[in-house]
């Protein structure tokens, strides 16, 4: 493939095919760099509390110099964070990275059997978690390496009185923080004042040196680590940096972090990216709850958001979103799942921004394709390879397939993951001796170069021999006015082995099975056609917003 990128020549202009990867030598020089250019400039901002670089730049270097000083942390060491976007996390996450640590991005709804087999396999030495998890930690500490836990409330860093009445409303009105009982846990902000006692020495962190244990695959058994170096992350900021930066006023941008900071998705396209631009993220701690989070988006001029389409779909669907102001927004970037085309093509209508939709995965820190920014209206395809990154698609054999076939995607480049934790074997089961991680996903390029998903491998519906893919088959039903959510799913079927089964939320309480099942046959061949239509009132998530289709399946 190496001499056969027919995506080169759709490069939009300005966007060079290689970025050097050596820039930077770590995520703390990109910081410190952004730091220098833009110190008196916001950085993070939650619940009516902004963060300036000089800020961030003093918070994380005392709780980096509290993890050495007091805890005794040595290079290496993982240090786990379970809360939802609030002004601790990238305070934690930037003083982690620089004393040379490993932040193990814990997301705070697992259940205690999950927290246990994260805690347990990463050999976290310490945990930051929020009050209303705190529970949680409690029941599993006794199974893990954790020697010391550190805890805070939402409120903690929002000043006084704010901070206060945030706290006790969330204990005592609307009772989300059970009581829990941690012996020798230690408050953040009392870490901060201990680390202010220190100096912070400098440290010697190599481009190789593990920044992020991210985990994943956890809806598809056992969760694991993919071991992400500093030099991955740069690679990708780099990378993403070249992609949307013609678009792009240095030290001016303002990105709305609605998707969770400890999900490889938002941290590296807003938390990191937009660090290196001298921007504001805007961070959301509940974009569930939609009519909060529009009102929220109506106090804020923002030029920039990220998403995956069941959130974008929210937004569309709640009262009050068409009141928002989007004449500076110029950048909407879909990704985590499939973009629906009815999605974009409404988002497209009331904001006047395409909704560029782009692909990766965690093992890749994550981005590996993306559609040109300046692309007038959503196409389907998950974009080209971004700089420095090649793709091909490969069939069971490892062969190369031909344009326009359906194979496996294969992603090789700087960002590429250096392995699973602990997991040789697995690690060899998706990355190849010549360098392909193998996604696992099933896709096709057409002739300019554009990749396109047709689904993930263990998601492929087989109906008599014939593969149907659930993307193809939802996005057909979304494009019904009556459907706010839908997800297929493959059930065993006595003639044909499997058959096609969509669950769907109404929009419209009137609309039945016998219409939907009258679009399908209006809109797609036979064997795709759902044999089984299921109404709910919810789809089962993961807290990213991604459809569980597993769970439907079980």
Same mark, same amino acid.
């Given at each position: ?346 988002? /497209? ?98 002739? /300019? ?51 096609? /089964? ?43 917003? /991604? ?8």
């Amino acid at each position: 493939m190496s001499n056969d990128r027919p995506w080169l020549a759709q490069y939009p202009a300005g966007v060079p095919s290689q970025i050097d990867v050596d820039e930077y030598p770590s995520i703390v020089s990109v910081l410190e760099n952004a730091i220098a250019n833009y110190r008196d400039r916001p950085a993070f901002s939650n619940l009516g509390r902004t963060l300036t670089y000089g800020e961030v730049d003093e918070l994380s270097a005392r709780f980096a110099a509290y993890l050495l000083g007091e805890l005794k942390l040595k290079k290496g060491d993982r240090v786990a964070i379970m809360m939802p976007n609030c002004l601790q996390y990238p305070i934690a996450t930037f003083g982690i990275l620089r004393a040379g640590l490993t932040v193990v991005n814990t997301n705070p709804m697992y259940t205690a059997r999950e927290l246990r087999h994260q805690l347990a396999d990463s050999g976290a030495s310490a945990i930051l978690v929020l009050d209303n998890f705190g529970a949680v930690v409690q029941e599993v500490l006794a199974d893990t390496q954790v020697k010391q836990v550190i805890t805070t409330g939402l409120g903690d860093m929002l000043g006084f009185p704010k901070g206060a009445i945030v706290n006790f409303v969330l204990k005592h009105v609307k009772k989300m923080v059970p009581d829990y009982r941690i012996a020798g846990a230690i408050r953040f902000k009392d870490a901060l004042e201990l680390g202010g006692k220190h100096t912070l020495q400098p440290i010697d962190i190599q481009s190789g040196d593990i920044a992020f244990l991210q985990y994943t695959g956890g809806t598809t058994g056992v969760s694991k680590g993919a071991m992400l170096t500093h030099r991955n992350l740069v690679a990708n900021m780099q990378q993403a940096a070249a992609w949307i930066g013609t678009n792009v006023r240095m030290g001016e941008e303002v990105i709305i972090t609605a998707l969770p900071l400890y999900h490889i998705f938002a941290l590296t396209a807003n938390g990191l990216v937009f660090m290196k631009f001298g921007g504001l993220n805007h961070m959301i701690t509940n974009p569930r709850d939609m009519p909060g989070f529009v009102k929220e988006l109506k106090k804020v001029p923002f030029t920039a958001i990220t998403g995956v389409n069941t959130l974008f779909n929210g937004l569309l669907n709640t009262p009050g979103f068409d009141e928002v102001d989007f004449s500076r927004l110029h950048l909407t970037l879909g990704g985590g799942m499939a973009v629906q085309r009815s999605v974009a093509d409404r988002w /497209k209508k009331l904001t006047g921004t395409t909704l560029v939709e782009a692909y990766g995965l965690t093992e890749t820190s994550p981005a590996a394709c993306i559609n040109p920014m300046d692309l007038a209206d959503y196409n389907g395809a998950i974009g080209l390879p971004i700089p420095s990154t090649d793709a091909c698609i490969k069939d069971e054999e490892g062969n190369l397939v031909p344009a326009g076939e359906v194979g496996e995607l294969c992603i090789k480049g700087p960002q590429v993951m250096k392995g699973y934790w602990n997991r040789p074997e697995e690690t060899a089961q998706v990355m190849d001796s010549e360098g392909w991680l193998h996604t696992g996903d099933m896709a096709r390029m057409d002739e /300019k170069g554009f990749f396109y998903i047709v689904d993930r491998k263990k998601d492929m519906i087989l109906v008599s021999g014939f593969n149907v893919y659930p993307n193809e088959v939802e996005d057909v039903i979304a494009m019904m006015p009556g459907v706010l959510e839908v997800a297929a799913v493959g059930v065993a079927d006595d003639k044909s082995g499997e058959a096609v /089964k969509v669950v769907i939320v109404k929009k419209d309480p009137s609309l039945t099975e016998e219409q939907v099942k009258a679009h399908a046959r209006a809109n797609l061949t036979g064997y795709k056609q759902p044999r089984v239509v299921e109404f709910r009132t919810e789809l089962p998530k993961t807290n990213v917003g /991604k459809i569980l289709r597993r769970e439907l399946r079980d």
